[in-house]
Every structure is written in C-alpha cells, then in structure tokens.
C-alpha cells in the first residue's frame, strides 16, 4: 500500500514537470525582447537554455551568458559524442543546444526556454523533449527590414541573406501543427501579455513545485 503511494506520488510529480518552451522567429522579431520581459517578470520561475554557438561574440555578449562560444572543432565533437539535442548552420556558423544546458535548468525546477532557428524546431520534433513551441513573427517583413536596419550592426551583405532566411521564417510559422502559438510582435505589450497567457499554465506549475 506504502508502495503504490509513493510510486502515485512519484508520478504525480513527474507529470507536474513543467514542460520546456521552443521559441522561434526571425532576427527583429523581437524574440529578445520579449524574453528579456519574461526573465525580468519571472526570474525564478523560467532559466534560460545557453546555446553553442561558433561565431564571434558581439560587442557586450558575455561567454556563458548570451551563448558559449566555441571553436567548429569543439562543436563538431560534441555533436559527434551525442551531445547536442539539435544543431544547424547559418551563415557560416554554427549553432546548438546542449542536452547540459537544458537540464541544468530543468534541475532547478525552472522552464527551460530553448531560443532556436527553423532547423531546430525540425529537429527537436524528433524527440521526445515534448516542449511548448512558440513562433514571434514581425506585423510584415517591411517592419522586419527596417528593424534590422535600424540596428546597423551588419553589412549589407550579411544582412541580405537574414532576410533571405526571415521569408523562410515567415513561411515556416505557418505549417501547421509546427507551432502552438504564433505571435505577431506588433505592439510588445500586447504580445508580451499574450506569450504569458499561453505559458500561464507552466507558470503555476512551477510555483507550486518551488512552494
């Protein structure tokens, strides 16, 4: 009788995880923002999952925080080993998320956000990560261009082929079943209150697995 109660309660326990968030969008979308939002609101509640990344830091990018910037060589190891849950490339540098980087912050008891590109999602759909997939989309890839502009952090080149990769974007939010959500990044408050009415329910879980 002990027996089936604790194994009841362990699996109560398991079930009131709180399931991962997978995150896309294109460069200007405002992907950043909106999660900058959620950590501030939330500190406690959502961690987030530091990718690899074998481009160059930005200026006021910190290693560890905003990516763990690592050589191809080193990448491509630990891809090999099996260590990464999905990988991709763009512009000629790669990107991934390590199975250590999701769980470190699942150990917390915390939503584990996955900040991933259109390969990505592909990928993690074929595995059993189960998250909650959200696509933040500009109003029209007008907007989109004139943010990206705005930021004059690229050369005109380089910024070509991100609009080039933001219609592939645009498009691919709009397979179905790919997303649970999509937000259309408009006006931020509106989206930011509807990206929490979509997670309010991974929220409480949370809080009541800290409580």
Do not use: W
Not at 50 to 70: A, I, L, M, Q
Not at 75 to 89: D, K, P
Not at 155 to 163: F, G, M
């Amino acid at each position: 009788m002990l027996v089936r109660h604790i194994s009841n309660f362990i699996r109560r326990r398991a079930m009131a995880k709180p399931r991962p968030v997978v995150i896309s969008g294109p460069s200007g979308a405002g992907k950043s923002t909106l999660l900058k939002l959620l950590l501030k609101e939330y500190d406690q509640v959502f961690g987030f999952s530091v990718s690899h990344t074998t481009r160059n830091p930005r200026p006021g990018e910190k290693n560890g925080k905003d990516y763990h910037f690592v050589s191809r060589e080193e990448m491509l190891r630990g891809i090999e080993a099996g260590e990464f849950i999905e990988n991709a490339e763009f512009s000629g540098n790669m990107y991934g998320t390590s199975k250590a980087a999701v769980q470190e912050v699942q150990a917390k008891n915390q939503i584990c956000i996955l900040d991933i590109d259109m390969q990505g999602v592909r990928n993690i759909k074929k595995t059993d990560l189960c998250p909650i997939y959200l696509s933040v989309q500009p109003p029209s890839f007008e907007i989109l261009e004139q943010r990206l502009r705005q930021r004059k952090t690229e050369t005109e080149e380089s910024l070509q082929k991100r609009l080039t990769a933001a219609k592939s974007d645009m498009e691919f939010s709009k397979e179905p079943g790919m997303f649970d959500e999509v937000l259309i990044n408009d006006v931020l408050e509106d989206a930011y209150n509807r990206l929490k009415s979509v997670l309010i329910e991974e929220i409480q879980k949370v809080k009541a697995l800290q409580n």
